[in-house]
């Protein structure tokens, strides 16, 4: 027999060791897609979650450059308010969704008061400041337990009057032996003195703090690096794109320029120079349609007309002459879930590359059809050259083009334009054999009314 | 009369090269691919080959390594319009790199300290 288990336990056991109850907070909250922000505020909400289990309230120092910076602070602000708080977190049924999303409001709540309290708060490491706790303990990269701090010289007196009180520990983040920043908790309410058992499970909470503030930290500078290597393709790129017509259409210039140009020459070269100008346009044109930062919001519209009028366009027609082009359209499509514009000019490119991939006298052929109740499908197929398997893997790279004159920025277009409306983008083609692109829009049942 | 083979994809751009070059004494075969190219040098002796980089199908790189196959001694000036790779071209075992321009005085240039007239 095999029994199935979720990652994710929707409530906790009143009974479970508060080990337990606190990694599995953690690790399930590094399991969801949280940001960075409500991964550390889920773990100070597991260092202070509820009475009697763990500490009263938890503060978060990050680093950023070479300083140490309030972050967050979690807790309640009174006596009263702690011991609503705690009640709340203790009913039963409340699992660590519910424990976090409490939180989440609490820190806007306290945006006034706690968290506040410490934005402005700041300590450079490496400066004098590093000889008081609690940048001390962030500096010398261990854990301090602070007792009698009023008593303590070693204390930042800012700190202290923004703590207010005489015993709390200092929790570095570290990783990889970085420094990532620096929790400090305290029982500002319940005094309970932080015993050694308290010191070990906060150091386990802050080991997995750093790791994962480390591995969020390289996962956004490979992301910043990726973006990098992204833009500097795309500019080579166009700088190879816009350079060929230009070197074209200076070298003919230069011929015009020169003395007894016969009239045919002069005829032939003006005409190289305006089709590669033409040739610019397209390019700058498509650059800017790639590069427009967000595609409209997908609405339901009717396909009917806007594949009737793409197909009627002057440029669809005229390179359509030199093919057998077989359109079948079924009646009483549902209205499809897409901007209008951008369906528009994902078949027009659909057709664009069919064109280019087929000889002249291929087939095209062009299907509107419902798929389901759900779904409807456009499809183009074509008889030409057909996409080989290593080309299939990159054709929605952008720049990545197999024709002569190709920018390679359609298909990641058609693939934008259908992640942005939800929709699926179906291959299949075989080399020599011809492509068929099947593309899956979602419908709203009604047929043609609008 | 020296012999140039220009692999190009921009067929406007081997008409270019072929009158320009043409006038300065030299007689100037088009590839518009390299396996184009490796077809002319099988059939005809060149004294130099002009190369592109980025082309359809095999690029001028591989196209470099297949020429090192067949014959050594060919000059082999890269012509592209990818300023970046100038450093590289060394490494490519071409003789000269020239980046694409409208003026083609570089390229004349490089010719003819590489063959002459």
Redesign the interface.
């Known amino acids: 027999m095999i029994e199935k288990y979720n990652f994710l336990t929707s409530e906790f056991q009143k009974d479970s060791p508060r080990e337990m109850m606190l990694l599995s907070i953690i690790s399930q909250s590094f399991f969801q897609p949280f940001s960075l922000a409500d991964n550390m505020l889920v773990i100070l909400t597991a260092l202070t979650s509820g009475s009697g289990v763990g500490f009263n309230r938890a503060m978060l120092f990050l680093k950023e450059g070479d300083r140490l910076r309030g972050e967050m602070w979690l807790g309640p602000r009174t006596p009263e308010e702690a011991g609503y708080i705690w009640e709340v977190l203790s009913t039963p049924g409340i699992g660590y969704v519910e424990i976090i999303e409490h939180n989440r409001a609490l820190v806007s709540k306290n945006e006034d008061t706690l968290s506040n309290r410490i934005k402005n708060l700041a300590f450079v490491m490496n400066e004098p400041t590093c000889e008081m706790v609690p940048a001390l303990a962030a500096c010398h990269k261990e854990i301090y337990l602070v007792r009698d701090a009023f008593r303590e010289p070693l204390i930042d007196k800012k700190f202290l009057e923004i703590i207010e009180v005489d015993e709390f520990l200092c929790i570095p983040l570290v990783a990889r032996d970085e420094v990532f920043g620096l929790i400090v908790l305290d029982n500002s309410f319940t005094h309970v003195p932080i015993s050694p058992g308290d010191i070990k499970l906060a150091s386990l909470c802050g080991l997995i703090a750093s790791n994962y503030i480390y591995s969020a930290t390289l996962h956004e500078r490979l992301l910043e690096a990726e973006k990098m290597a992204a833009m500097g393709e795309m500019a080579m790129f166009v700088t190879h794109q816009l350079r060929n017509p230009l070197v074209t259409i200076g070298g003919f210039t230069d011929q015009l320029l020169q003395p007894k140009v016969s009239r045919d020459k002069r005829d032939r070269n003006l005409k190289i120079i305006r089709d590669e100008i033409r040739r610019l346009e397209t390019i700058v044109y498509q650059m800017a349609h790639f590069l427009k930062v967000s595609l409209k919001e997908p609405g339901y519209f009717d396909v009917t007309p806007m594949i009737a009028a793409v197909l009627q366009s002057p440029e669809i027609q005229a390179r359509a002459r030199s093919y057998s082009l077989d359109v079948k359209i079924d009646s009483g499509l549902p209205q499809v879930l897409c901007d209008p514009t951008s369906f528009g000019e994902v078949l027009r490119n659909l057709l664009d590359n069919a064109f280019d991939a087929t000889p002249s006298g291929g087939r095209i052929t062009v299907r509107a059809r419902r798929k389901s109740k759900t779904s409807f499908v456009l499809s183009v197929r074509d008889t030409g050259k057909g996409i080989s398997n290593p080309d299939k893997a990159q054709m929605y790279r952008p720049f990545f083009t197999t024709k002569e004159k190709g920018m390679g920025l359609g298909l990641p277009f058609i693939k934008r334009v259908m992640d942005t409306c939800g929709g699926t983008i179906e291959v299949r083609s075989r080399v020599g054999k011809g492509a068929l692109f099947n593309l899956a829009f979602q419908t709203r049942e009604g047929g043609n009314s609008t | 009369m020296k012999k140039i083979l220009v692999v190009e994809?921009?067929k406007?751009?081997c008409?270019?090269y072929a009158?320009?070059l043409g006038k300065e004494g030299y007689a100037v075969t088009a590839a518009y691919d390299a396996d184009a190219a490796l077809a002319e040098l099988k059939k005809k002796s060149f004294d130099l080959i002009i190369t592109d980089i980025?082309m359809?199908g095999k690029n001028g790189v591989e196209l470099i390594a297949q020429i090192m196959g067949l014959r050594k001694d060919i000059p082999i000036i890269i012509n592209?319009?990818?300023?970046?790779y100038k450093e590289d071209f060394m490494t490519w075992a071409a003789d000269a790199y020239v980046v694409?321009?409208?003026?083609?005085d570089e390229l004349k240039t490089k010719i003819k300290e590489l063959i002459g007239r």
């Open positions: 994809d921009e406007t751009l008409l270019l009158e320009e980025r359809p592209s319009a990818y300023q970046s694409k321009s409208s003026s083609l």
